[in-house]
């Protein structure tokens, strides 16, 4: 008999029709969210599961199982949504997505400094408005925004999505510092600056990119004292976790001119962010997009896929978290 796999949200197709092949699969073409309680119910029909960071995998969900489930592959870099403790508890292997949306983010990073910086939301709202014409062409005040390049950007969490960011970033000339747990080797680091504290790396920063893992370490890693060290031009990106930002603390921040602005891509409570966020002319905001690329989407897919295949054929997991 071929092991069943529940696949909890569509995938790219390309993948669905590998994992067709070789399992007995439960596809969600219709992409309807499975509500989570429904979840909990299904989890004891299948050997295997593919997961999108939609789905709340929590505590209870492995408290119900009954030892038929063997594998989580999830299609995304992050898991906060599932429950790894308890899926060790559980015996059952979880697996990830990391490297294959290094680049997607990456961009998404960069599209936000250059659209927090050059005022792009507020720009782009206006054409859209139809009020350009409206506008009094004034040299040194319409839609002027600040340069990005010669900057200093400063990267919180210097893992692979940070060096790639840093990498794009060097192409506006940009200067790059970061606060890592770690100082890398001279090699990964690529000439920049090595910051073992935090707050002596904020007051440096022209922008600040958040690129951790969310975690207990990492939450509200910007805080209203954090954020106060940030010179009033500096511009905060985060293609993330919203939880590694006070959402208080920036909203206070950006009303009051403490600092430029802020390019956001991750918030609290997705989809469901604090809506004072979208009120903001110096905050532009963009609803999760990091990894959203065709070419992306499929690799992530593929490699979940793949990390299943791997485990229902004792092979080694590609990308193991437990
Ligand atoms: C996905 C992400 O959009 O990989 C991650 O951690 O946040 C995004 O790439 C999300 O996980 C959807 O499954």
Redesign the pocket.
Known sequence: MKPKILVTRKISDGAEEKLKKEFDVNLNLQDEPIPTDDLIKMGNDYDGLIT???DKVGEEFFSNLNGKLKIIAH????YDNISIKAAEVKKIKVTN?PNV?NEAVAETTILLILAASRRAGEAYNLVRSDNWKNQKPDLTKFMIGNSVTGKTLGIIGMGRIGRIVAQSAKAFGMKIIYYNRNKLSEDLEDGAKYYSDLNSMLPECDFVSIHTPATPDTKNILNASTIGLLPNHAVVINTSRGSTIDDNALIDALENKKIYGAGLDVFNNEPNLDNRYTKLDNCFVLP?I??ATHETRLAMSMMAVDNIYCFFNNKPLISEVV
């Open positions: 999108s960071g939609f299609v995304g870099v992050g997505t949306l999760h990091g990894s």
